[in-house]
């Protein structure tokens, strides 16, 4: 409770961020706003003002502090208004206190039980992440030279954009989507999965999600989500089609 007492103080975004992101054209990709908007708040760092004045380096650690918990705090109201922005006529949801982080976040997004899960799901998910990664390693490299909070973090969404890092949650959706549009909406055989697959793969393209550097086994992040798909929605066709893949691919 202290947590979201302390968020709902700091979530508060400045107007001109409003206005950076209205400025960009509406066929901009979300994470090329997102980014940007981040940077833009630079000039709101704690840690900028402080160095500027002097500060002993063996403080540095509690405008940092301050930093992180300030852009924690407004990245949903961030996040949403450019899913307004550019997939909901600008039509923006505002937050609701009396909700939890995944809830209100659901709220503000504008989609119905049980989004408000995934929410939770996700950021409980993917909150412990190892520095191995490029957005980390980016994060660690850009923060290495005394770069702020802000534009730490921006530079660390800049990595999260390309296809083979975060992008690659819109590419796998966009590869079901092609698959779904060729099959007219039907769930295809596990002989006709497998040779979209290997069209894929003669083409000299990658299936997105699949092939990871590091993971030798199933990403447990994976396991979580697929449990709740079944939970909720087993007949949904593009699931059973992931469903499908998560058993043809490996063997493959």
Known sequence: MRLKTNSAKRK???????????AFPCCSHPMTIFSSAIMTMQRESFFSKKYRGGIGKNDYWDPTYEDSLNL???LPELATYIFAKLYRDG????????????GDFAHMMGLA????????????THADHEAGNVSAHTGHLVGSSLADIYLAISSMVNGLAG?????????????????????DGKVPSEA???QFVWDTLNAGQVIP?????????????????????????PED????????????????
């Open 12 to 22: 508060v975004l400045p107007r001109y961020v409003y206005d950076v992101i209205d």
């Open 72 to 74: 924690i705090a407004k």
């Open 91 to 102: 039509k923006h949801i505002t937050s609701n206190p009396d909700l939890d982080f995944g």
């Open 113 to 124: 039980k049980p989004y408000d899960d995934v929410s939770r799901l996700y950021f409980i």
């Open 163 to 183: 296809p083979l890092h975060g992008l690659a949650n819109q590419e796998v959706l966009r590869w079901l989507l092609d698959l779904y549009d060729k099959m």
């Open 192 to 194: 006709e999965m497998k």
């Open 209 to 233: 999600g699949y092939g990871h550097a590091v993971l030798r086994k199933t990403d447990p992040r994976y396991s979580l989500q697929r449990e709740f798909c079944l939970k909720h929605i």
């Open 237 to 252: 066709p593009l699931f059973q089609y992931v469903d499908m893949l998560y058993r043809i691919v490996p063997r493959s």
